[in-house]
């Protein structure tokens, strides 16, 4: 039997929004898991605030910034322990320093750029040990993401914890609506850009915890396959980028929002970072 800490229950309810008790429940029946527990909550009815259990609180500071072309728009995330060290400007120029590494070299991936070096001579990887050193807080580079298109942008929220970087298929797209759609995903963290893109695992889980909660509602199991299948489609809805409700008009999709502008526009990659829980 796991050890259920109230720890543990009050991070569970952060996470989901659900009641003490059924967080305590969910975890012991979970025997500690969280993503177990998680679809424990949402098989019994709750709704959660998160069907992700991998969102720890940290500090540290996102950027994001796009070349002179518009066709590159690469992210950061530098990490520390504490908000008083993100919020130091030294710390903030080294994440900045990172990032204009990343926009001169466009890196594939987040190792590559930590063996590039930076004004000092350092590599980015032995920058951030002196730091910690320095410091005396562990910092890391949590993330690099870089997106490519005929048009990228970004949007990095104002307190720089979250951001979210974006590729469309045309060029020329104006700025404004670039940033539109990475402040869509920024508010309402989709898992993928559209019903395609889900894993298949996730899609699985899906209709499990759809069938489980219509069987629970005493629906009998031949409906509950079919209740499951709809409830997917409010999944893909709800959890899709193109396919949310735009944030700026409800009334629209984010796709229907894009086809206002150019009727062959479409984002083709998005990349979010944040480090709230």
């Known amino acids: 039997m796991a050890n259920i800490t109230a720890a543990d229950v009050a991070k569970l309810r952060k996470l989901t929004g659900a009641g003490m008790m059924d967080c305590k429940k969910a975890l012991t029946e979970a025997e500690g898991n969280f993503d177990s527990a998680i679809e424990i909550l949402r098989k019994k009815g709750q709704k959660v605030a998160s069907n992700r259990a991998d969102r720890e609180s940290t500090e540290g500071v996102v950027l994001a910034a796009t070349t002179?072309?518009?066709?590159?728009t690469v992210m950061v995330s530098l990490n520390c322990e504490?908000?008083?060290v993100a919020k130091n400007d030294d710390f903030i120029k080294n994440t900045q320093e990172i990032l204009d590494i990343a926009l001169a070299n466009l890196p594939d991936t987040k190792e590559d750029l930590m063996g590039m070096k930076i004004s000092s001579g350092l590599t980015i990887q032995e920058q951030t040990i002196n730091l910690t050193g320095v410091i005396g807080e562990k910092i890391e580079l949590a993330f690099y993401g870089k997106v490519i298109g005929e048009s990228t942008g970004f949007y990095v929220?104002?307190?720089?914890?979250v951001a979210t970087i974006v590729?469309?298929?045309?060029?020329?797209?104006?700025?404004e609506v670039l940033k539109n759609v990475a402040m869509?995903?920024?508010?309402?963290n989709p898992v993928a850009l559209s019903e395609k893109d889900v894993p298949q695992d996730i899609i699985e889980k899906e209709l499990e915890i759809g069938k489980e909660l219509a069987i629970n509602e005493g629906k009998p199991a031949e409906m509950a396959e079919k209740i499951s299948r709809g409830?997917?489609?409010r999944f893909f809805k709800d959890n899709t980028l193109l396919n949310q409700a735009f944030v700026k008009d409800n009334k629209m999709t984010v796709i229907d929002y894009l086809k206002s502008v150019d009727s062959e526009l479409t984002i083709v990659d998005f990349k979010r970072f944040s480090l709230r829980v």
């Open 68 to 72: 002179a072309d518009g066709k590159n």
């Open 167 to 175: 590729a469309a298929n045309k060029s020329g797209v104006a700025d």
């Open 82 to 84: 504490t908000d008083f």
């Open 231 to 233: 409830r997917l489609g």
């Open 157 to 161: 929220h104002s307190d720089k914890k």
């Open 184 to 188: 869509q995903a920024t508010a309402m």
